[in-house]
């Protein structure tokens, strides 16, 4: 390997495989395009146009904040050593030495009741730096999905404390109990790419937030349109191609399941997507984007927690529930439940993402393949389709979901009212009524109406008073079609 590089400096060592190096840093590349700019620019035209800047910020603000709060201590939390069966110790993740060496996961091992080794801890063929990377950019979109849930109205000041308190006392209890060796990897429960440590988590979290933080005025809930449709397909777009280095990336390695978990990651998606959207066609008379986007985000969702590890007629199957199931518990048991009326989700993520999650979680305990588990899991299972042990390992997928759920509802709960001694959760009403400006003093646009058609029958007096303030206040200024045009 040492031609590949400059004689001169150090040899390269022996465990480096350059292609699923290479490989990895894509997939983290492609994941934290979801991020930033993906989900920073759904979220700013998504929403109401008062507040495309302040939801913009929310997402922007939660990527970097998460970023240094994962080296400095969360990195280790989640992949580091065992510090209690739910949590590892934590500590920096910056030093070279450390960086440079070759990638592993110590609390992976798998030991004997006599104590020794049996299963070697998780080693990746790749430097340490790049799966810190990699694992901060699945911490970042967790933290940037619990967002969605309480836009519209949360505190800004309140949202810059809540994202390394959630990171620190919640995301990294997931992702160790089911991923950094934790009990639950230790008793061989499935998230392949973060069905639960992601998706379950971050829409089980967002909805205690938006309950915590209060509903939108109703102005805003009865009437919330997105600005600009066509920018929301382009975060849609970036969020869904980059999900190929979301489940891609999740073997650690350029192999047969990661070829296996694009194809099966798209493919549901787009299942998804059309279902949600004939759902549409057939209920309300025509197809929406805002709906599609909604399907393709349940599909991406779904899937994920057996990407790799289900046949492709299996992710087909993945895709049909999950266009049908998070759409019937979103457009019928929502209007039947007081309970859920009451929590405003400005984003759905509840219904989008912890709905999914459960129900990917279910489908993997039901058609992981067994030779597709052999290539990936220390401890090979199968889905309780194909008999024998399946059926154990569906219980250990809902008693992993369950113990995600009451972590998630405890920790955020308390967060929030820790964070709300201090700091108002919800922003004053006056501010709700301006938005944009009363929290940045920026606006996004300079055009008319919070994504409304101009009605000029409707509008005509307003426009003309204005417009005679405007002459007598500026007489070098005339009204034109886009706002205030200077005469030259």
């Known amino acids: 390997m040492a031609e590949a590089y400059n004689a001169t400096l150090t040899k390269v060592p022996e465990w480096l495989n350059k292609g699923d190096n290479a490989w990895q840093l894509t997939a983290a590349t492609l994941v934290g395009l979801q991020s930033m700019p993906g989900l920073v620019i759904l979220y700013a035209s998504i929403v109401k146009k008062k507040w495309a800047v302040n939801s913009a910020f929310m997402a922007l603000y939660a990527f970097a904040a998460v970023l240094l709060c994962w080296v400095l201590l969360c990195y280790k939390m989640a992949f580091g050593d065992e510090l209690l069966p739910f949590w590892g110790r934590g500590g920096p993740a910056f030093d070279q030495g450390y960086l440079k060496d070759r990638a592993k996961i110590p609390s992976t091992v798998f030991k004997s009741a006599n104590g020794t080794i049996e299963i070697p801890a998780v080693m990746p063929l790749f430097p340490m730096a790049t799966l810190v990377y990699f694992q901060f950019t699945f911490a970042a979109i967790t933290t940037i999905l619990v967002a969605g849930s309480v836009l519209g109205r949360m505190n800004i000041k309140a949202w810059m404390a809540f994202v390394p308190l959630w990171l620190i006392f919640s995301y990294t209890v997931g992702a160790y109990s089911i991923w950094g060796g934790g009990f639950l990897y230790q008793w061989g429960v499935i998230d392949y790419s973060g069905g639960y440590v992601i998706h379950l988590s971050s829409g089980v979290a967002g909805f205690v937030a938006a309950y915590w933080v209060g509903p939108r005025p109703q102005a805003d809930r009865e009437r919330f349109p997105p600005n600009n449709v066509l920018l929301m397909l382009a975060g849609a777009g970036l969020l869904w191609m980059g999900w190929s280095g979301f489940n891609g990336g999740a073997p650690y390695a350029a192999n047969i399941t990661s070829s296996i978990a694009v194809l099966n990651t798209n493919l549901s998606a787009a299942t998804s997507l059309l279902v949600w959207t004939t759902l549409d066609v057939i209920f309300f008379g025509k197809p929406s984007v805002i709906g599609a986007i909604q399907g393709m985000v349940t599909g991406l969702a ?187």
Request: proline fraction near 4%.
């Open 302 to 488: 779904g899937v994920t927690p057996g990407a790799g590890l289900i046949q492709t007629w299996a992710a087909i199957i993945i895709g049909i529930f999950s266009g049908s199931v998070p759409w019937a518990s979103m457009m019928i048991l929502h209007k039947k439940s007081a309970l859920l009326q009451q929590v405003d989700d400005t984003l759905a993520v509840f219904y989008t993402h912890a709905v999914a999650g459960i129900l990917g979680g279910t489908m993997t305990g039901l058609f992981a393949h067994p030779d597709l588990c052999e290539l990936t899991l220390p401890n090979p299972t199968r889905g309780a389709f194909y008999g024998g042990v399946g059926g154990k390992q569906l219980l250990k997928q809902w008693a992993g979901a369950a113990f995600i759920i009451v972590w998630n509802l405890v920790s955020t709960t308390l967060i929030l009212l820790a964070i709300k001694m201090f700091i108002p959760l919800r922003m004053a009403e006056e501010e709700l009524g301006i938005g944009d400006d009363a929290a940045h003093g920026e606006e996004a646009y300079a055009l008319w109406g919070d994504g409304e058609k101009f009605d000029a029958t409707r509008h005509a007096t307003q426009m003309q008073q204005f417009e005679r303030d405007q002459e007598a206040a500026h007489p070098a200024y005339v009204h034109g079609a886009r706002g205030v045009t200077i005469v030259l």
